[in-house]
């Protein structure tokens, strides 16, 4: 799914307006519509009291004709309009007068006012700043922004949590209103899925609003999500009359005296994955390990503890280095020299990560298309510091422009760059913050690669199958109790679930089906 930059929103606005010869007031109403739709829907008429905060500018004006909409059907409605500029928008102001018209005086706030009383079990519409936020805001709405997270009710933010910018990180995190939902609107925002942004989203999802679909589907966008709609494409169906060699064989070199396990979870994770043949390139502590554990895999050997020397005869279709392989001297020069003579994209990770960090120029020795899937210190190790994940971004496509790889963030939302794009996974979860399953991640996608997955579509696929099963086996394991090896064991799931379950409905039409 794409996510749109607010340009693009605005852009859209425009061309829907032109094209369907409607208002502007039209939209905010078809978007207010939506968002009260969605709150009838679960509140049924309930008489709690909801507090509506409704900045001057077209988020509050979707506020405001919400709250009409509330009105009219009779809920118990409290109208601030927090006045922090003189500056209203027009349909801000078509919709405070058509409150006014129903005879509903909103509460205008500003410096000098009291802050109204909100319960604990009231509701809170934060309608205050949209997409439009391009400054920090006064101190005293930051002090309303508190008071709001005092009274402890329930906050559902009108198409973005009030004091997020879209492009860059607050200065003040105080000025951010911590969400309980977002309803976001047609699309959702890139903020959602950034660590340092993302903590102010509880849930959220997405109206529409009818912003013209050719249109959006013909912006071309520089973020995406991934789901199952976006990978399912990618998936190459196994055919009848093939045989192991069709399916290509993986090399996973690594391992080194006490990390053996790393070699056996990437070489099993690739088997898993599909590919027709594994090898595993260890030191020869790792032989009889790997042997008994994945017996399906060949094992080529080198020095006794760790690899000082890589070369073989076999001819790999796709090569995973560096899980589990340490940063002995010897271990270093290997790989350098492995790297003059090796053509192949390979994937990098772990020691493999630590020795190019620590050696950069040996960077300009990956062969194009290669992946290198970095957590956030070997990430650092690799593009130097950065100040908040808009800088990381930015920082992550140079080096990714630089040396033609495919860099892979790991972390809460796992992103993949390449080329300028940055695509968002949505599987996983936090129980795979574990041992090893870093390990499966390198296998997986190496097992891709083998089967004749093109790079970005390997690393893409291979994150969302890897989260996937991450998140199938956490049903049955629970968040502490899951390992790395029970991810291996949900591969087969996460395949398999590609075709049985199909993706929610967008919860608006579950509405309007349940409606009409
Ligand atoms: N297609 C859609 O998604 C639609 C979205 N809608 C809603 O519209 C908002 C965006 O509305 P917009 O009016 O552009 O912006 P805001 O409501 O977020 O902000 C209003 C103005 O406030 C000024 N501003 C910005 N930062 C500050 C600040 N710190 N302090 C004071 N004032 C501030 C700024 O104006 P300036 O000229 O003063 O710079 C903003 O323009 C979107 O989020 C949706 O909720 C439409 O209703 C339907 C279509
Ligand atoms: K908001």
Not at 57 to 81: C, F, P, W
Not at 300 to 311: G, K, Q, V
Not at 469 to 476: H, K, P, R
Request: with cysteine; net charge negative.
């Amino acid at each position: 799914m794409k996510l749109f930059a607010a340009e693009q929103i605005y852009a859209a606005d425009k061309f829907t307006i032109e094209k369907q010869q409607i208002t502007s007031d039209a939209l905010m109403e078809q978007a207010a519509i939506q968002i009260f739709n969605w709150m009838h829907l679960r509140m049924q008429g309930a008489p709690v009291k909801i507090h509506l905060f409704c900045g001057i500018g077209n988020n509050g004006g979707d506020g405001m004709a919400l709250a009409r909409h509330l009105q009219e059907h009779g809920y118990n409605i409290g109208v601030h309009v927090v006045n922090y500029s003189e500056k209203r928008s027009k349909d801000f102001l078509i919709n405070l007068d058509r409150l006014k018209d129903r005879k509903i005086w909103p509460n205008f706030i500003d410096s000098n006012c009291e802050f109204p009383e909100i319960h604990k079990d009231d509701i809170i519409v934060d309608a205050i700043f949209g997409i439009g936020l391009n400054r920090e805001p006064s101190d005293w709405v930051v002090n309303l922004i508190d008071h709001l997270h005092k009274s402890e009710a329930f906050v559902l933010s009108v198409d973005i949590p009030s004091g997020l910018y879209t492009d860059k990180i607050s200065t003040n995190e105080k000025a951010i209103v911590k969400a309980n939902y977002v309803l976001s609107f047609q699309a959702p925002k890139l903020i959602f899925f950034l660590p340092d942004t993302g903590i102010y989203i509880g849930q959220w999802e997405v109206l529409d609003i009818g912003l013209d679909p050719e249109y959006l589907s013909a912006t071309e966008v520089e973020y995406e999500i991934i789901g199952k709609n976006e990978v399912l494409p990618m998936y190459k169906p196994r055919e009848k009359y093939t045989h192991k060699g069709t399916y290509g064989h993986s090399l996973l070199i690594g391992g080194s005296y006490g990390k053996i396990g790393a070699s056996i979870l990437a070489t099993k994770a690739s088997l898993k994955i599909g590919s027709g043949l594994a090898t595993a390139y260890v030191p020869k502590c790792g032989y009889i390990p790997l042997q008994t554990a994945v017996p399906e895999a060949m094992v080529l050997t080198n020095s006794e503890e760790y690899i000082a020397d890589i070369s073989y005869k076999i001819e790999p279709n796709a090569i995973g280095v560096g899980v589990g392989l340490g940063t002995e001297k010897e271990t270093v020069d290997a790989f350098s020299k492995f790297l003059d003579s090796n053509k192949l994209p390979l994937v990098v990770d772990a020691d493999g990560l630590n020795i190019l960090s620590e050696n950069k120029k040996l960077l300009k020795k990956l062969p194009e298309n290669s992946i290198l899937t970095p957590h956030p210190k070997e990430l650092e190790r690799l593009i130097g510091v950065w100040k908040g994940d808009f800088d990381k971004l930015k920082k992550a496509k140079a080096f990714s422009k630089k040396y033609t790889c495919v860099l892979i963030i790991k972390g809460a939302n796992t992103i993949t760059l390449f080329n300028g794009k940055v695509y968002i996974n949505t599987t996983g979860n936090p129980g795979m913050a574990t041992a090893g399953t870093g390990d499966v991640l390198t296998g997986v996608i190496t097992g891709l690669m083998a089967q004749g997955y093109d790079s970005l579509s390997a690393a893409i696929f291979g994150v969302y199958l890897h989260g996937r099963a991450g998140d199938m086996v956490v049903e049955q394991v629970g968040y502490q109790s899951l390992m790395a090896s029970d991810i291996l064991e949900a591969l087969g799931d996460a395949y398999i679930d590609l075709f049985k379950v199909p993706e929610q409905a967008p919860p608006q039409q579950e509405q309007q089906q349940e409606e009409g």
